[in-house]
């Protein structure tokens, strides 16, 4: 995905480093990523989701807190929502990992354009990261700040800092919340037990959802975690999301562009809807998409199942519902005794057709026949050209 370098200030006048990740296709919303405690923007998880919410249409500003008092990165997520909606547009989509969640949570209410807010592995109480450094706080609260060692490198917490944790009152936040509120978390994160996951979600009012992370890591380390939480994220927002139906960058026909991931990953977009397509991972691929002969798969079926419809309707016929399965190989020439080509291999698409409802047989075999002239199928059957150029 592109990447912007951006840099803005906070209510405080102190810059802000930021990148904006943005789809290679039409942008549907912009979401706001705040980092976790020890992390950073460029962080394995921050880069992940937003790059993977980038890949689902979702320009997504990550930044670098300007410090670590938590009421400071509140305003710092104000100030980051500020810049978009002067610069871009306001950001509808609030996501927050860790202790980014917790003040995601606590600046929800101050961001009104934000219709969906997202935590994932963030504590309830914000005073439960005071656990990474509990053997120093007698130090810190004795001497007024100290030196501590997270995730492997220093950091300097003051007794200021503990006290804003504790000045912070999460269960009225999050009940006075009023937004769809989606919470991300792993029953084997060891860092922020899963016990607050629930305390969260049942302080929260609905409409609510809570979306188990099984396999990842409190810090998404596997850029696989990163793509489903972004993916589940992507979906369950766009319930919410004000999306015109009047795309102005809407394309006619359709538009395949590299998703900027992986070797292979596509971004399509078909007027204003959009697609993902990729290849397995034993060709190379991440297989965070169907691959194009499934599309072309995907499109042959859809398009016999829609032909038999409308015949069944114009006939009044009783038929539920169809459903097509569809298979792709190649086989030896030889095997086809209707096909002209005799040597070497074909392509072969095997059809099966469901057809559920109280039809007679010879209803059934007049609709077989008729999957046989959805346009697709003709098109497929047809000389095709396809004049390619430079843009």
Known sequence: MPTETIRFANARGAAISARLDTPAGPTRAYALFAHCFTCSKDSKAAAYVSQALAGQGVATLRFDFSGLEFTSNVEDLIAAAAWLREQRAAPQILAGHSLGGAAVLAAAGRIPEARAVATIGSPFDPSHVSHLFSSSIPEIESRGETEVNLGGRPVRISKQFLDDLKAQKAAEAIGALRKPLLVFHSPRDTIVDIENASKIFLAAKHPKSFVSLDRADHLLTRHEDAQYVATVLA??????????????????GVRVVEAGEGRFAQIIQAGRHRLRADEPASVGGDDSGPGPYDFLLAALGACTSMTVRMYAEQKKWPLARV????????????????????????????RVLTLEGNLDEAQRQRLLEIANKCPVHRTLHSEVWIPTRLA
């Open 323 to 350: 459903s097509v399965e569809l298979k792709h190989d190649k086989v030896h020439a030889t095997d086809c005794a209707e096909c002209e080509t005799k040597q070497g291999r074909i392509d072969q698409i095997e």
């Open 235 to 252: 979906a369950w927002a766009s319930r919410y999301m004000d999306v015109s139906t009047e795309d102005p960058q809407a394309v006619a």
